[in-house]
């Protein structure tokens, strides 16, 4: 007998017994419960280390996150609109070109 399967089938039975326990614990009010609190807690604490971050930064005279985001989209946006005229510009330098090869 092969002493790896034996060793196998020992732990996926000891797995799926646990494995079981375990939901039946993690779904259990007692755990939610306290859980959830502690998670609510470390998100408003992470929101007021970030709102503490950006008026550092703010007040240091630099732009916050928030702030770097608006520009990069209004750069995004900007290069959109370079692009567009771009594509414009060729299509109308090709009709003009068509145009005087015809005309």
Do not use: C, Y
Request: aromatic share 6%.
């Amino acid at each position: 007998m092969n002493p790896w399967n034996t060793w196998k089938q020992g732990f996926d039975a000891w797995e799926n017994a646990t494995a079981a326990l375990v939901e039946t614990w993690m779904k259990s009010p007692l755990v939610l419960g306290p859980g959830g609190a502690a998670l609510a807690m470390a998100m408003r604490a992470k929101a007021k280390r970030d709102q503490g971050l950006a008026q550092f930064w703010a007040g240091m005279g630099l732009p916050t996150r928030r702030d770097q985001e608006r520009m990069l989209h209004a750069i995004h946006q900007l290069n959109s609109k370079v692009i567009d005229l771009e594509d414009k510009l060729a299509d109308a330098e090709a009709r003009a070109a068509k145009n005087a090869a015809h005309g």
